[in-house]
Each structure stands twice: as C-alpha cells, then as structure tokens.
C-alpha cells in the first residue's frame, strides 16, 4: 500500500444512503473500522460495524473546560468537533508490552513478540488529526531513531478524513494552518454535504488504497456543484473557528518569557491532573514499568503514555526538577510552541481545543500564550 | 506532508529477528566479569557480552541503559577506557531501587545493557589545546574515558589538568589511579574534599577554588566539566574569569530518561534532549538556560 500522492484522484459523490456500502467495501478488503462513536456523554473512537454506529444526529458544545453532546437536529453523521479521544491511541498506545523475557541458565532470553496487527481504517479524521498524526511520524520516525510500534501500526492504518464542518469554539486549526481543509496526506477524503433535500458525500481518493475503494465503490462522479457545495462547506467552517492564536513571533516571546511571573500563576490554577497531556494529539512523552511474574522467571517492559505535569517526570535523584505546577505547565506549553519548533521543525499544537475543553478548571493554551506574548519580562 | 507520509510505508524488514534487533528498546545480556567497591555507596562493575565477543565501541563520555532483571533500567555513563573496548566499564552509586540491586550483583550475573548513547567530550577538538577537566564527585566517571584517551595520544596535547572535588576523603574515587597519574610529570592533578579530619593532609574546599592556581592558557584551552549543577556553574564562572571563552566550556548534563532515543520525553532541557543531543553540550549551546531553575 502506498501513501504517495494519487496519481490521477477521483472525485465521486456518495448518497449518504449508501454510506453502508463504504463500511461493507472496508470490511471485505479486511478492516476493522476505527470511528466516531457516542459513549459515556461523548463522541470517542472505537470499532464501528455499520453507520448505525456513527453518531448522526448528535453535535457537541465545546468550551473552556466544559464538554457537552446535544441533539443537532439534523440527520447529518459528522456534525462535530474532536472529542476527547485521538488517532494517537491506536497508532502509540496508551499501554503496550515493548517486550518479554525469560531466564535461562546463563541470563536472559527475548520472548516471542506479540502476533500481527489489525489492519485499521480510521474513518473520521479531521485535518488537525491528519497534522497531527504527520507530527508524530517526524517525532517517532524521522528523529533519529524509529519506534517499531508506532511505524508497524502507522504502516497499516488507512486513513479516510471526513473534512471539518462544525468546527467548536474551542478549535484554532486555522491559526495553526494545520486546517480545517486536509488538503493532503490521506488515502480517502470525504465532505459531508447535507443540501436541502440532498445529503451526502463528495469522496476524493488521495492515494492509490484509496482509489481502489472509489472504484469498487464505482459511484458518479462527483459534479461541479456537488464539489463547490463540499468546498464552501469546509470553507464556511475555517470562519466559524471559535480562537485564534498569533503564531508570529511566538517562539522567540516565550523562550524570552521563561521567568514571566505569569507562570506561577497558570501554576496556581492548575491542578496538574494530566488531562490535557492525555487528550492532546501529539503528546508522546512515555515512562516504562517493568514488571515481573510471581517466579520472577519472566519479565517484562511496558511503556505507558506519561505527563510532564507529574513530579515523577523530572525526577532526579534527590527530587523534581520541576518541584512547582508553574514550572511543569512552563515546560508543557513552551515545548507545545516553542521548544517543539527547534526539535522537530513545527509546532506541537495543532489548534484542536482538546486541552481546553477538557481541562477541568478552563486553563486556555490560546489565552495563556498570549499573556506571556503580550510583555517580555526583563530579566 | 506527502514525503513525510510516503517515507512511513517504506517496507520493514521481512526477517523478524532483523525488526528485533533492530529495536533500540531491547536490552543485549551482559556478564559481570568483576564487581569492585569504590566508595562506601558507589562501585564500579565490569562487563563483557554474554552472547559474542563482539568490542563495544563506544566514545568518552557517551552512556548505556543498564538494566536489571525484572527491577528495572537506569542511564549510567561509560567509565572504562575507549581502547579496551572487550570491558565495559560503569561506576555507579547506589541510590535508587535499581541501583541498589546493581550493588548487589555477583560476578557472573547478568544485566541488559542498551546503548551507546548520546554525544561525548570533544577529545578530538581538544587536540593541541590545553585541556582542563573538573569533575565533582561520582562526576568523575563519565570523564575517566576522556582522560584514558588524552593519556594514550598524550603528545596530541597541550598541559592537561585534572581537578577533582569530593565530599570527604572516603568518598574520592579511583584513589589508586588519581595517585597514578599525581605521579606523572605531563599532567597536573589536583584534589580537594568539602571536608576532612586531621589525617587529610590535601585541599579542603570547593573544586572553583582550584582553578585559579592552576596553570593553563585559557585562550587555547578546552575545559570539561562533569559535577552536580551548581559546581558546574561556578565551575563555569572561575574558567570565565581566567578569561576562558563560552565556547570552549563543555558541560555534561543529567536529567531523568526512560528511552534514551528522543522518545519518551524525560530529559527535555529547553529544546535539547539530554539523551540525544547531549549529555555532553558546548556551553554556548545551553547558556540560556544554565542558569534557570526548573526548567
């Protein structure tokens, strides 16, 4: 399967009626499709069996520290914005075994690794999600080193966007020019289109994955109106963005701003709980546990998603480096939009608003940012 | 985006061992060939591959992942000499529950070993300069390799000083060796603890406190430093006052680290990551940070 950009891409219209049959083309060609869903008060991701799982009809409301799911009103299957869960989670695991080992007479020996992976389609992602998947290729494949894990389950996934329509107050991804349009990057990209009478999809294919699926799907080809309604819908989007944030200069305002006073007072307010660390699409900081069974015959290594906002984080024999929530939350966003430009040549944020929402005392990256932007402390 | 996307779907290697091995992530076994105290809380363990005799090629001042069975991994420096690379060499104190159990270890166990990792010392651009090391307690160990190379190409060298600071006289490290090299007239050594009885007959007070009565030329000189941070800083600011430049000042940085490839996120200092562009840095490299607390 290649990724390369499609050759000759093909633009065709989906009924939304038919969207079953994207599902059934999938599963034939032996995906397990990855998807919105709604559970527990929220859309989330899991495996999907048919659109009936897909959350139609519902939309969200998004704001500093709050999250809610309403009824949209509409029969529309994609009428939202990011919920709490990310790509990141199948592609870098929140838990994986890196390996087993058992003794043997004279040391240890490397167990048999864990059996093949389920071939994924992840249906449903947004152009922040598809940057921020691209910044965790250039973190996780492009740094030096290559994380088997990550590149086996990247390698397998095919990713079909559905371009943003109903972007939340929370969303800044065209500050970031990381959205709301995926202009690239995919195998498939769909536009939802609800037209009055008419509902449904204007599919482009990006890849030569996702031609082979156009053509089995073997749908018109999209018209010139078809594709201007599907382009104003994503464009009306990039106006509804609920924040913005000034990306020039930023950098060089926060590396100046390290001992900014405003720090201790983010500190004061957050509650180091790890939310945002965990709802952020590129956050990819890990610690390892190693355990052992009851012989103590087998061990083994885990590595578990970790949060700069613990005391364990930086500690050094004798005690944290960063002792103080000011200092952890410095750490957070300065690497977010400053320190990430200089390791890995793009921002860290991508704009999505997860952190904000569900921070649960409102902390606003955009506002924060800002703060530290509007003065440079002498220091 | 469409070069980064298309480079992932390279194909991997068909042969699973070659993805295995492959992976940074897992540790190689190791023999312990020899477990020798130091001090009362640090010792030094020698090494040699369990399963080849394959040299570890390593450069001074570069550090392994050890690992204990089933107890857990820490980021030790290489401290044995880079010519005699069929012996790893690590001195370690034991303060952590993984270092703990190292001091434990027999001769003839086994412990996993990852790496080398990072950058070194600029021995190379330290040719026909001076070179002045100052170490502060176990920082010793990760500029012993320097020395070692320094003293084998003794003539690609200029006046070669070595300053060393411990707590207290028992807690000096490699006494025989330091005695040995006191003894050689094309190097200076000097010692001092933080405090002694009557029975220590050498300096007493902070490594800084050397650097003025020693004689090299600061202009055409290299400096090395390896210590806990606030010696290193005032390390830093008695080589500025001799009149030694920023640039010529290499410092060895330590933080917290779980992967030691750029992964895990841990020893982030600034935008530097300890583990991959460190542990050691040119001073200009992180001035701007150095003095920053917390960060």
Known sequence: ???????????????SNDLSRLFQVLQSRGYTILGPTVRDGAIVYDELDSPDDLPRGWTDEQEKGRYRLKKSGYGTYFSFA??????????YPPRVRLWQMHKNGTGFELNAQNGPLKKYAFLGVRSCELHAIEILDRVLLQNGFEDPTYKARRKEALIIVVQCT???????????????????????AMTEVADGERHYFVLQSG???????VQELACAAATAEEIAAAEQAVKAAAERMGRTLDTHGLQAALYANREHPHWREVGERCLNCTNCTQVCPTCFCTTVEDITDLTGATAERWRRWDSCFTMEFSYLHGGSVRSSAGARYRQWLTHKLASWVDQFGAFGCVGCGRCIAWC???????????????????? | METLVSDVKQELPTDSMAVLTADPMIPEPFRVVQRKPETEDTFTLVLERAQSDRPFEFQPGQFNMLYVFGVGEVPISISGDPAQPQRLVHTIRAVGTVTRAMQKLRKGAIVGVRGPFGRGWPVLEAQQQDVVIVAGGI??????????????????YGRVVLLYGARTPEDILYIKELEKWRGRFDMEVKVTVDRALGDWHGHVGVVTQLIPKTSFDP???IAMICGPEIMMRFTIYELQRSGMPNDRIYVSMERNMKCAIGFCGHCQYGPKFICKDGPVFRYTEIENLFGIREI
């Not at chain 1, 929370?170 to 990057?185: D, I, L, N």
């Not at chain 1, 890849?207 to 699926?213: P, T």
């Open chain 1, 1 to 15: 399967m290649s990724k390369k950009k499609d050759a000759s891409p093909q633009t065709v219209t989906l009924p």
């Open chain 1, 82 to 91: 990011v919920g709490p869960h990310s790509w990141k989670q199948y592609l």
């Open chain 1, 166 to 188: 109903a972007p939340a107050s929370t969303c800044f991804c065209a500050s970031m020019q990381t959205g709301p349009k995926a202009e690239r990057g995919f195998d498939l």
């Open chain 1, 207 to 213: 890849s030569d994955a996702g031609r082979e699926i």
């Open chain 1, 360 to 379: 649960p005392v409102g902390i606003d990256i955009t506002e924060e940012a800002r703060i530290m932007c509007a003065e440079t402390v002498n220091q």
């Open chain 2, 139 to 156: 920082g010793l160990a990760p500029l012993r390799p320097a020395l070692y190379h320094i003293l084998r190409h003794r003539d690609a």
């Open chain 2, 219 to 221: 202009q055409n000189a």
